[in-house]
């Protein structure tokens, strides 16, 4: 693999964009868990498949769409998809929760249609669905790239108040931070990384990127920062260790990346339990 | 009136969240330096009036001052230490530390893309300990018992170095034994640091000795003074003050312990 690695351009796409979305994907998985969002994310995975299969059914339809990435209509339906939600919350106050299956079956039901409006599609679909190590092109890349620095910088700028906000919701408005504002910033920044997650786990797969190792890593992790380290740790390893089998078994690397996430899952709870039944 | 020697001035308050007034021409100073309680039977507007009083929902009538600022200007919140009642029902999973959970405390101080300095360590260390929780520093938020974890919120709430320290109903969740010395560390902040306190509580029998000065609230204010005069209320002047709920009070002032809690 390491000479296929320096050999084709498609697995040096792969491996790097792998080791992007292992850091991104966790990164706001975390807040997105202690927030009690995790659903979200599923929701706006679905939306983000209408985007794809819109752009794709573009592409096929008309001529001056074929050059265009699918990622960036991706990423627009997602973020308007966050948008909506946001909305949705505001018009449910008392059944906030609401928002989640309305914009989930809306964005597959979307999706379906496009397909069904395209006779199937020829390309790889199926790929969005459950992620590709060939599929990544150099302007993925690249897109993905500039999306984790720009999440990045915000998440470091902006750490305390996120931290602030995802404790004590309350607590932050009344020491006069805006948080509706950051709140938008935080949503776009998830419909973004759930976009860029895609390509190589697939959309069905994404949200489990983002909360399966912070699953892990908080049974253990003492403190805020700590949770991070280990979820962007665990993250890495599901990733970059779910595309080496997956290219040597040929399998997809969507499902092997987030089995070895479940795997290690599974390995916290249990050391857990055995030092919690030992050290009584 | 001088308005310096005000911290908090409330003029003809109104509040209601939907049809019904929730408050009713409330009107209360807290002079600086003083310790007040604010009691009253269940619902009867108590932490709306806290709402109101740091800025979480503006009311449809009257006037709030603070620090002598109208509060749609006031922009030093710094000032003001918060401890919720939820503060006790917050998500007990959340892998926090206690000095994460204080450090963000600071968060309004330092302002936006600032980080935390070697002072900031500092003070955060000093505020747990000055509510005795030093030992439990790298401890993760959920594995205190309710009364540690109130005193992380407060040590959160003194963290910024307020003039004025706002507590609703601190004790519930507190250990009977721990109450006691809850309110000495109250009182302590009040008495050696000068911090400002506005109390809401359950727990008049305990705290009538404590504090300096008393409200009664049941969504009118049925009294105001200092804790003097509320004491030469006769029993029955009490029962009038809280209406249907005198039973529930009047058994919290029997006990003394302050160990039975409604919320
Ligand atoms: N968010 C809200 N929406 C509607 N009504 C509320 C809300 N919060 C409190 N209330 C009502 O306002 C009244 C006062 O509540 P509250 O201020 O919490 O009382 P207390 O703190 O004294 O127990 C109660 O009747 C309560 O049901
Ligand atoms: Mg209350």
Redesign the interface.
Same mark, same amino acid.
């Given at each position: 693999m390491i000479s296929g690695l320096l050999q084709y351009e498609f697995l040096q796409n792969a491996f790097l964009t792998g080791m992007i979305i292992g850091v991104i994907a966790p990164l706001l998985g975390v807040f997105i868990v202690?927030r009690?969002l995790s659903l979200i994310a599923d929701a706006l995975s679905h939306v983000t498949l209408a985007g794809i299969a819109a752009s794709l059914l573009l592409e096929k339809k008309f001529m001056i769409f074929s050059g265009l990435n699918p990622l960036y209509m991706g990423m627009a339906f997602s973020v308007g998809g966050s948008l909506f939600i946001e909305k949705l919350r505001t018009v449910y106050k008392h059944y906030q929760e609401l928002a989640i299956p309305i914009i989930l079956s809306g964005g597959i039901g979307l999706g379906v249609i496009f397909i069904s409006l395209a006779d199937g599609f020829n390309t790889d679909l199926f790929s969005y669905l459950f992620g590709s190590v060939s599929a990544v092109s150099r302007a993925d890349l690249w897109t993905i790239l500039i999306i984790s620095i720009l999440v990045i910088a915000l998440v470091v700028?902006?750490y @305390?108040?996120l931290?602030?906000l995802?404790?004590?919701e309350?607590?932050?408005?009344?020491?006069?931070?805006a948080a509706k504002t950051l709140h938008f910033i935080f949503i776009i920044m998830v419909a973004l990384v759930i976009a860029a997650s895609m390509r190589i786990v697939g959309i069905l797969l994404v949200s489990s990127l983002m909360t399966l190792p912070v699953a892990a890593s908080?049974r253990f992790?003492?403190?805020? @920062?700590?949770?991070i380290f280990f979820s962007i740790l665990f993250g890495e390893v599901s990733v970059l260790g779910g595309l080496f089998l997956s290219y040597y078994l040929d399998l997809a690397p969507g499902g092997t990346i987030v089995m070895i996430a479940v795997l290690i899952l599974v390995l916290a709870i249990w050391l857990k339990k055995r030092a919690a039944t030992r050290s009584i | 009136m001088d308005t310096n020697d005000y911290i908090v001035q409330v003029q003809d308050l109104y509040y209601r969240y939907d049809k019904e007034n929730v408050l009713e021409n409330i009107n209360l100073s807290i002079k600086k330096g003083s310790f007040l309680a604010i009691v009253g039977p269940n619902g009867s507007g108590k932490s709306t009036l806290l709402k109101l009083m740091?800025?979480?929902i503006k009311p449809q009538q009257g006037l709030i001052r603070l620090f002598g600022q109208d509060i749609n200007k006031f922009?030093e919140?710094?000032k003001i230490g918060?401890v919720?009642q939820?503060?006790n029902s917050?998500?007990t999973?959340?892998?926090?530390?206690v000095?994460?959970?204080v450090?963000?405390?600071?968060?309004?101080k330092?302002g936006?893309?600032n980080?935390?300095r070697k002072t900031d360590h500092v003070k955060i260390k000093q505020a747990i300990e000055s509510v005795g929780m030093g030992k439990f520093l790298?401890?993760?938020i959920g594995e205190l018992s309710g009364g540690q974890q109130q005193r992380v919120f407060i040590a959160?709430a003194l963290v910024s170095e307020p003039e004025l320290l706002i507590l609703d109903e601190p004790t519930v969740g507190v250990d009977v034994q721990n109450v006691n010395s809850f309110y000495g560390m109250l009182e302590t902040l009040n008495k050696e640091k000068g911090i400002t306190l506005l109390l809401v509580t359950h727990d008049i029998g305990t705290i009538s000795e404590k504090v300096t000065n008393v409200a009664c609230l049941n969504k009118n204010m049925h009294f105001h003074g200092s804790a003097e005069e509320f004491e030469q209320l006769k029993i029955n002047d009490v029962s009038e003050i809280y209406g249907h709920d005198v039973h529930v009070l009047t058994h919290d002032h029997h006990h003394h312990g302050g160990g039975h809690l409604h919320d």
């Open positions: 202690v009690r700028l902006l @305390k108040e931290f602030l995802s404790f004590d309350e607590y932050a408005r009344a020491t006069g931070i908080i992790a003492k403190g805020f @920062k700590q949770t | 740091l800025g979480l922009k919140q710094h918060f919720s939820k503060a917050f998500n999973g959340f892998p926090a530390t000095f994460e959970v450090a963000s405390g600071l968060t309004k330092l936006l893309f980080f935390l790298d401890r993760n959160r």
